[in-house]
């Protein structure tokens, strides 16, 4: 088992940069592909990116590449989501998700297995 739990969102003009992070319960995180989900009003839950349990691979959704930074750190049991150059379709609750295996390029949110309480994201113009 594993719970997760999002903090660094909030509101922030376009173009400004957030840093999210994920801290996750249990000794073995280090085995979990983690990953980075959103989900705005009226929408669907939407991929954002993922990273896996050494941290050595990534993937990300196109219309975040180059701005978004997903990263871990297995000592401190967390992940992180570096957003930059951020836009007013960046806003969304953004939800922290784990899953068993090594494979980061599933997006179906129903390959995760546990998944946090969710922080907002803000992007004012």
């Known amino acids: 088992q594993v719970q997760l739990v999002e903090s660094g969102g909030g509101l922030v003009q376009a173009g400004g940069s957030l840093r999210l992070s994920c801290a996750a319960s249990?000794?073995?995180?280090?085995?979990?592909?983690m990953a980075w989900f959103r989900q705005a009003p009226g929408k669907e839950r939407e991929f954002v990116a993922a990273?896996?349990?050494?941290?050595?691979?990534?993937y990300y959704t196109d219309s975040v590449k180059g701005r978004f930074t997903i990263s871990r750190d297995n000592a401190k049991n967390t992940v992180y989501l570096q957003m930059n150059s951020l836009k007013p379709e960046d806003t969304a609750a953004y939800y922290c998700?784990?899953?068993?295996?090594?494979?980061?390029?599933?997006?179906?949110?129903?390959?995760?297995?546990?998944w946090g309480q969710g922080t907002q994201v803000t992007v004012s113009k």
């Open positions: 998700a784990a899953k068993l295996g090594d494979s980061i390029y599933g997006r179906n949110p129903r390959m995760y297995d546990y």
């Open positions: 249990g000794r073995t995180f280090s085995s979990y592909t």
């Open positions: 990273i896996n349990w050494s941290g050595g691979r990534t």
